[in-house]
């Protein structure tokens, strides 16, 4: 469960329902407070899925568009923030099959942009780190990335996952243990190389 | 039970996700169980990776922009006033008539429409956008020398007037910011402060085959510079956003035939700022080369810029060059038209401007920010997010990175490793791989096209050494110098390996 939500998650839920209630009730501006809550998560999501910090903003900003266009046509059969993350994701797959994965940096870039951040805004601390699980993540299976992403990251249920894939708890199950390996053995490769450099 | 039955219980046991009577099941199997066991620490060792994984830094004004923008799509969305059903017909009929007289209008009196909009709408960006003929473009300077080319790649300086009284200077490649300045150069002055190509050969005692290579290269890139920076008669500049690759892209050409104590003079005068081999770090040999491929996509997004604004539209190359071979003798095209711009520009303005991707579709973009700022004697425009722009602009079809599989992360390590091929020509060719793998290993190398000397027969020797253990079953074409002289050798060769024919051998030299 995604620690913000975890202690009341149905709460939540009822909450965002109420708000979203009321927006389609006509209190619109009611739709800032479901962005602030969700916004940097929906980021960082893009972020984890796409790789590429410049455009995370406006695929962000086209999520929250997208979710407020479709608004009256949500069914309140589950939680605000699965059918978000639906969104997103499906915004990301969008992106990605448009552009043929020309997004996706080479390791070497990569490296590059990231030091940049680094430099310019701190924006991590452990830098090689996160570039290993990066680069990781990246050599996985789509389907792998984004379950493992959900589940790891975002710290979602199977349920919450099942709900945004649009797919079987089972399915979620097999699908995640799968990743898990598949992911495991690409560390262990990727780990080796970096001890042979060394 | 099967390793994968066991790694999704085990895996959902770690979850939590678990029924009581399983959660037993499974806990009784890790704790006296091996390989249920090692798959637990397995999964749990990379729960523990993402544990630290790190957030990116929180945007504070994404927030108000997206409320601006939906409140923006919701007023556009109602802006009109609701019509009485009686009066509908009514309103659809004067409607109608306005269209048609507006279009009758349009025919008689384009020349005072496009003057009406020019003048009045505030959205002149898409006026100009569709008002550039391509025919109205012309290459701010073309019959570039080689000369001119060299001290681009070297200096990132470029002659932008036929008098010279003009310089253009696009940014470093280690800086950080992407810009370009038109600077006032009167009588040539700092354009002379450069080294000449000529003076630079000497310099490092170049040898008749170097010089002869790098001047084919200067000779070869000449009208990709030429038909990167664009002018019309009606004061736009436009400005391919591949200029910055290219001038990395011909540095490296220039920098590759070049032996070690040349390169680092080579380094020393280009005033680049670098730490050792860094620059070459951050290259991307194949992605360089392609910018010079990537004139066979007829069109392009070039960056246009106008006094009032700056957009982005594709220029069709193809056309360009027809221009430029057209107009080798009329060189006075766009004297002084830049000249205007520097005046015209406001200080430290910045505009948002959107590319296209390749394949045109409207909502596939990126958002490039520009700034310009200028003084009476220099104009620069600013690109700060052009590095992401360049990596989608060009066409990457062969973009691969060379990753030989736990031997060689390029090209020329792959050359080294395989032996100091110092005076052999070595290509490779690779299989087509599908966009989304980024790394090759030995079985994507399809034919190697091998330069040899027979005087170093003994690096052949080796060479095929090296084949059979990490290119097996590879095709390889050598080709052959001063073959009658060791022929036996060869034959020996041959018989040792049993690799190459002695026939495709002799194809290849009769070739």
Redesign the interface.
Known sequence: MNPELSNSSNSTIVDDHKIVKEILNGN?EL??LL??KY??KI??LI?NITN???????L??EV??KA??ALPQFQFRSGFYTWIYRIALNKCKD?IR????????????MN??SS?IED???????ID??L??QEAL?RLKYDFKEILIL???ENL??QEISEILNCEIGTV??K???A??S??KI?NQLFK?KN?KK | MRKNKIYKLVSAFIDNELEDKEINFVLDKIQNDLEWKNCYEEILKTKQIFSDFKKIKPNEKLQNKILIEINRIENFENPFIPIPKKYIPFAITLVAAAIVFFVVFLFQKKDTIEYFLQENTKNVRTIYENTIANNDLFPLRSSLSKDDVFRFAVYGVLPADTTNEQLLKISYPNEKKFYVELKKDEKNNNYKKELPLNEFYKQVNITTKQKNTIDSILEKVKINIETSILASQKDYLAINPELWVMRDAIFYEISKNLNSKQKNEFFAISKIPHKKNVLYENFDITRLRNVFEGNKIPKKDYIFFKPDTIFVKKVNIDSLKVVIENNKKNVHIIKSRANRLFSQYKNNNVIKIVFENNEGEKDAHSVATVSFSSDKNMLRIEIPDLSSLIKYDIKLDSFYRVKLKNHYKNENEMKRKLNDFNHNVIEFEFNDKSDNNKYLDTNDVKNIHIEFDTEKIKNLEKFLLQKEKFLKNKDVNIYFKNIDKHLNSLKKIDSMFKIINLDTIFKNIIK
Do not use: C, G, W
């Open positions: 619109k739709y800032s962005v602030e916004m940097e980021r960082n972020f590429n910090i410049f455009i995370v903003d406006d962000t900003q929250f568009i407020y266009e992106h448009k552009k043929r994965l020309k997004y996706y940096f080479p390791v070497l870039s590059k942009l940049d310019n805004n701190n924006i991590y601390s452990k780190d996160n290993l699980i990246n589940k790891e990251i249920t199977y199950k097999s995640l243990a799968r898990r390996t992911f495991a560390v190389d042979e």
